[in-house]
């Protein structure tokens, strides 16, 4: 599985760098899925290859200046918790109810058709960024919306960056660059603390990650170079569409 599994990385890596999103979405699906990885342990190992991919990112972002330090510790505030709160919830959930995975896997598709909608929302109804960013520029519901995001993926690893990036682009409505580096330096901390629990709790298959690593980089190097060439709408259409396929398969 070694080839079909970096080239599954490489695919999921270019729409990371197109579109900003999709990474968990699409990654962990395919494990369960077509290579076969139990619900939690997919989990798992998605929140681990994405917190080494986003930890790059999230470097060069930095680098670059195109981080929002104050909103990420705000995010990170509620976020973080909320991601070990989960995590912890799917550590638990064998002991709590018989069939654990069958409920994780349903979890991941619920939160897959929420990534489909709020996709083709973003497409079908364009939104009035500075109308509504000082509502969200509170500390407080930066926090609390921080915390419902980390507890969506401490439990099924994704939304780190989907659920986030409507919000960020209604506070930098002219500054795409800034809502990238936010959302992939807030990604970074809140995947990285969540993963931990997994990787505590043994549920990782560190076998694959090489192969995700391999695929993942040169596809993001890739769809970021092309990010300027390919129109966004029919993309993130597209994504919508395979998103609410992957949720069939999970539910």
């Known amino acids: 599985m070694s080839f079909p599994l970096a080239l599954m990385s490489f695919a999921v890596g270019m729409l990371i760098g197109l579109t900003g999103m999709g990474g968990a979405a699409l990654?962990?699906?395919?494990?369960?899925?077509?290579?076969?990885?139990?619900?939690?342990?997919?989990?798992?190992?998605?929140?681990?290859?994405?917190a080494l991919t986003k930890i790059v990112g999230a470097a060069m972002h930095f680098r670059q200046g195109t981080v929002d330090l104050p909103m990420v510790r705000r995010l990170a505030t509620g976020s973080v918790p909320g991601g070990l709160l989960g995590a912890s919830l799917v550590w638990m959930l064998p002991h709590m109810i018989h069939d654990s995975e069958?409920?994780?896997?349903?979890?991941?598709?619920a939160l897959l058709v929420l990534v489909a909608a709020i996709l083709l929302a973003r497409i079908l109804v364009p939104g009035k960024a500075s109308d509504e960013a000082s509502r969200w520029m509170r500390p407080r519901t930066m926090q609390w919306w921080g915390?419902?995001?980390?507890?969506?993926?401490g439990l099924t690893s994704v939304g780190s960056g989907t659920l986030l990036t409507p919000i960020l682009m209604m506070l930098y409505p002219k500054r795409p660059s800034t809502v990238v580096g936010t959302d992939v330096f807030h990604?970074?901390?809140?995947?990285?603390a969540t993963s931990l629990v997994y990787v505590g709790s043994n549920e990782?298959?560190?076998?694959?990650?090489?192969?995700?690593?391999?695929?993942?980089?040169p596809g993001i190097l890739v769809g970021s170079k092309l990010a300027v060439r390919v129109p966004q709408r029919p993309l993130r259409f597209a994504l919508a569409v395979v998103l609410l396929f992957s949720a069939c398969r999970m539910l």
């Not at 077509?34 to 290859?49: C, E, K, N, S």
């Not at 069958?102 to 598709?109: D, L």
């Not at 915390?147 to 993926?153: Q, S, T």
């Not at 990604?187 to 990285?192: C, F, G, K």
Request: proline content about 5%; overall charge positive; some cysteine.
């Open 147 to 153: 915390g419902m995001v980390g507890l969506c993926v």
């Open 204 to 217: 990782v298959e560190w076998s694959l990650v090489p192969a995700l690593l391999a695929g993942a980089i």
């Open 27 to 50: 990654m962990a699906p395919f494990l369960i899925a077509v290579v076969g990885v139990r619900p939690i342990a997919a989990v798992g190992t998605d929140l681990v290859y994405g």
């Open 102 to 109: 069958r409920a994780v896997k349903r979890a991941i598709g």
């Open 187 to 192: 990604a970074a901390i809140l995947v990285t």
